[in-house]
């Protein structure tokens, strides 16, 4: 073959390729997402749902967490919004409040796949403002109490008796902390961040308070509890300043024999932890009080600014479509009741995720409310100015339950 | 025309386009921003309205309302002890090592380009390694100290709230040292050897040497590495979000961080506006007492 036939042919084939594109693509809808996602689900659905050739294309942007919200609101206010975004939990409310959300209630109402009775009552509600539904919650999470079976053992507790109650935790931690052998009883995180309120504001609720009604004596009771934790040394105080995945790493190395904090954590446990580890719910005030927990992770909306509003929606229930592989391919825990994760082969991790489906059906939203930032700053100046002794917890709820107030109006 | 073309190539218009060039770089880039920044501090922003430029006037309001707040006095108060201490120490440790490497003992060269090593060490990462150097429980920092029989038990560098802010200032020393330690060799090798040998001939001891040819002959350098210090000082971000985030209960927050904060964590935009207009001011003092040294450098 000559190189001129050869032109010729080359041409034929790129004619006759760009013939056949040439229809497909001026019927395409483009739909931007936005998300931060790391190893997470988004850039692999996407990636998935764009080789569909449904005739809308998804083109992807991974946003930093600390972008995140700042990027979207500078992109909504100057009109280059995304179509669709994922949003930290707390933070939907901010949007949803101010329009900038598309209402979705009526489409999940026609939709036959986006059901709102299969989903996990918290994470819905986080998705919720003023009875109607602006997004879809994306995965879940919350947190529960990991303890070390072993040191239960070693100390003479019943390692399939883990505390169930803030005294038998407290008395617990008494026991297992061993400043000998580097050992603290239990780690946490009051971190003067996002962290230290999601870890705070469960203990607060299950004594019956909530964070327009702060100042309770049950929640006063839930930071005494954490004082004595830090005060008779049974707790690092590090747990001020360090965050959960730092103070998670301290059980994992031994030298915390219990941990609060989420499902995040199990892939690395498995890996490092060499020592029998169990997963119980959070302790609550007293025996037979009502549960609580935190809720994290991601919702999904669509921009009201959207040229393509039915279009994102698709997009959004293709999404939805494929939360039974949330856990299998991702490894996060799907927002939904109905689905039934199955089993991963690994006997410690099956039964720690039995026990956070369990917790999930008692976690609640931070908020919803679209000043969150603030209520949540005044939550964690709260936590520390009681456990540094500035304040005593009452006084420092008190503070904070004022603050709230002028933020509530 | 012909005279214009040459005065552009040769003359008075092609120092005017050398000044134009970067003034108006500066100007677009950074005189811009700042006037921005001041009027957005008299702003009432919202969210919402980022992208816009008329926003509601509010006059001082935003000013009156920051120095309401309890925690503003003692986070300026931080800052300014930051900055001191910060200061002190990388200046008398900088010195005393340029002091040492001009002696040019064997590998001095060496050993001085190795201390750059630190400084050009992003800061994040500097305070990811300076954060467990102080953690409290297995800092190398606590280990030490322990094992010397100086300290019984830990002392938690970065929780307790009465030295917090120390273990900022601690790394911030180290993160600066070589920096001044550079500056200051530069302006020691530029002190003409022969000063010192006549006044050897004439009896001055070291000591002598040090207060009379030294120290009057370095001012300008000085006054540069301590202004620009000061300046870099208030810059410090990384190491506050990598060591304590600002805590415990602000007790290492600086008017930097806090700012960051305000801005980016309770999007409370105008208030960080406000506090930079706030550290504006201190800043442009430093950069005043900069450009009078430099410029007492060329005059000598």
């Given amino acids: 073959m000559n190189i001129r036939k050869c032109a010729m042919l080359s041409a034929l084939v790129m004619g006759s390729v760009l013939g056949f594109c040439v229809p497909a693509m001026a019927e395409d809808v483009t739909i931007s997402v936005w998300s931060h996602d790391n190893d997470r689900p988004a850039s692999s659905l996407v990636a998935?749902?764009?080789?569909?050739?449904?005739?809308?294309?998804?083109?992807y942007r991974e946003v930093p967490f600390d972008d995140l919200v700042s990027e979207a609101l500078r992109a909504y206010s100057t009109g280059q919004a995304p179509d669709i975004i994922a949003i930290d939990n707390p933070e939907h409310a901010l949007f949803a409040s101010r329009g900038a959300f598309l209402d979705l209630t009526d489409m999940i109402a026609k939709s036959t796949i986006i059901e709102p009775k299969n989903y996990f009552p918290g994470p819905l509600a986080s998705t919720m403002w003023e009875g109607r539904q602006y997004g879809v919650p994306k995965a879940t999470n919350t947190i529960a109490l990991y303890y070390n079976k072993d040191m239960f053992k070693a100390k003479g507790l019943d390692?399939?008796?883990?505390?169930?109650?803030?005294?038998?935790?407290?008395?617990?931690?008494?026991?297992?902390?061993?400043?000998a052998a580097n050992v603290y009883g239990i780690a946490f995180s009051a971190k003067a961040s996002e962290e230290g309120t999601f870890q705070f504001l469960p203990w607060a609720q299950m004594a019956g308070a909530s964070y327009e009604n702060i100042n309770t004596d049950g929640a006063v009771k839930a930071l005494d509890t954490w004082k004595t934790l830090l005060d008779e040394g049974l707790a690092s105080r590090d747990t001020l300043t360090r965050s959960q995945w730092d103070s998670t790493g301290t059980f994992n190395s031994g030298n915390a024999a219990m941990a609060i904090s989420g499902p995040w954590e199990l892939d690395r446990m498995v890996a490092e932890a060499k020592f029998d580890w169990g997963v119980a719910l959070l302790p609550v005030p007293e025996e037979g009080a009502e549960r609580s927990s935190s809720m994290g992770d991601y919702n999904w909306a669509i921009f009201s600014s959207t040229a393509h509003p039915e279009e994102a929606f698709k997009v959004l229930e293709f999404f939805v479509s494929q939360d039974d592989r949330m856990f299998s391919d991702f490894g996060l825990l799907p927002a939904r009741a109905d689905i039934d994760i199955g089993e991963t082969g690994q006997p410690l991790k099956d039964a720690a995720l039995h026990v956070f489906l369990e917790q999930l059906k008692y976690a609640k939203p931070r908020g919803p409310h679209p000043e969150w930032p603030k209520i949540s700053k005044a939550i964690q100046d709260a936590i520390q100015?009681?456990?540094?002794?500035?304040?005593?917890?009452?006084?420092?709820?008190?503070?904070?339950?004022?603050?709230?107030k002028a933020v509530l109006g | 025309m012909k005279g214009r073309w040459s005065s552009i190539v040769?003359?008075?218009?092609?120092?005017?386009?050398?000044?134009?060039?970067?003034?108006?770089?500066?100007?677009?880039?950074?005189?811009?921003?700042?006037?921005?920044?001041?009027?957005?501090?008299?702003?009432?922003?919202d969210l919402f309205s980022l992208g816009t430029f008329w926003r509601p006037f509010v006059g001082f309001k935003n000013y009156s309302e920051l120095f309401a707040q309890q925690e503003t006095w003692p986070i300026l108060a931080n800052t300014a002890i930051f900055v001191a201490a910060s200061i002190v120490g990388q200046f008398l440790i900088g010195f005393g090592l340029a002091l040492m490497f001009s002696t040019n003992f064997p590998g001095a060269s060496w050993l001085r380009g190795l201390f750059l090593v630190s400084w050009v060490m992003p800061g994040l990462v500097v305070g990811a390694i300076w954060s467990w150097i102080l953690s409290g429980d297995f800092g190398v920092l606590n280990f030490l100290l322990r094992e010397s029989g100086l300290i019984n038990g830990n002392i938690f560098w970065r929780s307790d709230p009465n030295y917090s802010?120390?273990?900022?200032?601690?790394?911030?020393?180290?993160?600066?040292?070589?920096?001044?330690?550079?500056?200051?060799?530069?302006?020691?090798?530029?002190?003409?050897?022969d000063l010192y040998e006549a006044a050897e001939l004439d009896g001055a001891n070291a000591w002598q040497r040090f207060w009379t040819i030294t120290l009057p002959m370095m001012r300008s350098s000085i006054g540069a590495v301590i202004a620009l210090g000061i300046i870099l000082t208030l810059q410090q971000f990384d190491l506050f979000a990598a060591i304590?985030?600002?805590?415990?209960?602000?007790?290492?927050?600086v008017a930097q961080y806090w700012a960051w904060e305000l801005s980016f964590r309770q999007y409370d935009f105008a208030k960080g506006a406000t506090i930079s207009v706030i550290m504006i001011v201190f800043v442009m003092l430093a950069a005043f007492v900069y450009v009078r040294s430099t410029r007492h450098e060329i005059r000598g």
Wanted: aromatic share 6%.
């Fill in chain 1, 48 to 59: 998935d749902y764009n080789k569909l050739d449904t005739g809308i294309k998804i083109e």
């Fill in chain 1, 159 to 179: 390692p399939d008796k883990p505390p169930r109650t803030w005294a038998e935790l407290v008395d617990a931690a008494r026991k297992l902390t061993d400043p």
């Fill in chain 1, 385 to 404: 100015a009681a456990l540094t002794g500035r304040m005593s917890s009452r006084e420092a709820l008190d503070e904070a339950a004022k603050k709230i």
């Fill in chain 2, 10 to 45: 040769d003359g008075k218009g092609f120092d005017i386009a050398l000044v134009a060039l970067p003034l108006t770089f500066l100007l677009t880039l950074s005189g811009l921003p700042l006037i921005y920044n001041v009027l957005m501090s008299l702003q009432q922003v």
């Fill in chain 2, 165 to 193: 802010l120390l273990a900022v200032i601690i790394a911030n020393i180290w993160l600066g040292i070589s920096f001044n330690m550079i500056l200051l060799s530069v302006g020691l090798s530029a002190i003409p050897a």
């Fill in chain 2, 244 to 253: 304590t985030s600002g805590g415990p209960n602000d007790s290492s927050n």
